[in-house]
């Protein structure tokens, strides 16, 4: 078994531990795959499990104090680009793996993002191809031609290696990838764990695009409504303790651990 994270964004600031960890091999992986991959004993590289991954920056509130402008500070908060720095595709081709960087100049030359510039020149130099943008409509266009290639070749190479892939999603999008398919879909939120039927989920999609919705941009509350649950189970809270050890997390929540295994094995018997 394997896990793969399509798409992913983490902070600089908030989650510095994966920062740190990232900064001191020169490479971009979110916080997610690492755990993932731990637990999954995976062997291959990070950057093949989590294909497309950005890191973000707080604005930085100095900045903006220094020239009277928190006015424009509040402004930008809720502004995803100006949170943006840099985003990876990784295109895990036969000849080895490519490296794709899109990067938020307009970022890094206002000052209003915290960054860490010697991290971004080494992820330059360790990159394939370095694309530099401006705005967001840039960064959607890099996106679109890189980001969706990026995750189904990293989808196909992990499929060739394992039987079953456990997919986890990104920021309440439930399709980052419309060409990717799955037997199980489960929807998680607090206290409950939601399992849906998988043939009428893509239905939903292919309903939603027909009618001018990117699958790729949509979020849980979009389809949620129009969906077939199959079953519903209750899942405890956790403490810290759970967290950092595999195995009592697999413990407490057993009862959903149990039910996911079950309709694997169904599915793989209903193949055979």
């Not at 079953?164 to 398919?181: I, K, M, S």
């Not at 309903?207 to 849980?220: H, I, N, Q, Y």
Request: proline fraction near 4%; charge should be negative.
């Amino acid at each position: 078994m394997a896990a793969f994270k399509p798409r992913s964004g983490h902070s600089l600031w908030y989650q510095r531990d994966a920062f740190l960890k990232c900064q001191e091999e020169g490479r971009l992986f979110c916080e997610d795959i690492v755990k993932l991959s731990e637990v999954s004993r995976s062997v291959l590289p990070l950057e093949v499990l989590n294909p497309v991954d950005a890191s973000m920056g707080p604005l930085d509130s100095r900045s903006f104090l220094q020239q009277n402008a928190v006015e424009r500070l509040y402004l930008l908060q809720s502004n995803a680009f100006s949170h943006f720095v840099v985003e990876r595709y990784t295109l895990c081709r036969e000849s080895g793996m490519e490296s794709i960087l899109c990067v938020n100049e307009e970022a890094i030359r206002s000052g209003s993002t915290m960054l860490d510039t010697n991290y971004l020149l080494n992820l330059k130099r360790n990159a394939s191809k370095v694309i530099s943008i401006r705005g967001l409509g840039e960064w959607n266009r890099i996106l679109s031609k890189f980001g969706s290639l990026a995750m189904r070749i990293g989808y196909q190479r992990v499929s060739e290696r394992f039987n079953c892939v456990v997919v986890e999603g990104f920021n309440d999008a439930v399709c980052p990838e419309p060409t990717l398919r799955h037997d199980v879909i489960i929807g998680v939120a607090p206290g409950v764990a939601v399992f849906y039927d998988a043939e009428r989920f893509y239905n939903v999609l292919e309903t939603m695009s027909e009618l001018g919705r990117d699958p790729a941009a949509l979020r849980a509350e979009d389809v949620a409504r129009f969906l077939k649950e199959a079953e519903i189970l209750p899942i405890p809270p956790v403490q810290q303790e759970c967290l950092r050890d595999c195995d009592k997390l697999s413990k407490r929540l057993n009862n959903l651990v149990s039910t996911t295994l079950h309709d694997i094995r169904g599915l793989e018997s209903s193949k055979s």
